[in-house]
């Protein structure tokens, strides 16, 4: 059964930082593109960054500069950097997994986790 959890969520001030991971189980990673996704209350499902097989990640606009994803293929587990947060971060962010390409349509991931609350404060 395929589990992603992810954690390190929690309330920063704004300008802070938080590392989110996500930990894969029955599922390796070394082949999939991993997603990582937020959402606010009212709003759409938004994609912020995918890591391909070759540890090739791509950005965002609204994060490029600020977030780093990652991945640990010995740990099967993804990571997100995010720095300088700002109060329009503040979302539920979720972490996704698909075999084969990448993409920003969260249409196209098979799995998911529960997502980790990430709030930002003035």
């Known amino acids: 059964q395929v589990q992603l959890v992810e954690s390190g969520g929690g309330s920063v001030q704004a300008g802070g930082s938080l590392r989110l991971s996500c930990a894969a189980s029955g599922y390796t990673i070394v082949n999939a593109c991993m997603g990582w996704f937020r959402q606010a209350p009212g709003k759409e499902r938004e994609a912020l960054a995918s890591i391909n097989e070759y540890g090739v990640a791509t950005y965002a606009d609204a994060v490029k500069g600020r977030f780093t994803f990652s991945k640990d293929n010995n740990k099967n587990t993804a990571y997100l950097q995010m720095n300088t947060l700002k109060r329009e971060d503040t979302a539920m962010y979720y972490c996704?997994?698909?075999?084969?390409?990448?993409?920003?349509?969260?249409?196209?991931?098979?799995?998911w986790g529960h997502g980790t609350q990430v709030t930002v404060s003035s």
């Open positions: 996704a997994a698909r075999p084969g390409y990448c993409s920003g349509d969260p249409n196209r991931y098979n799995d």
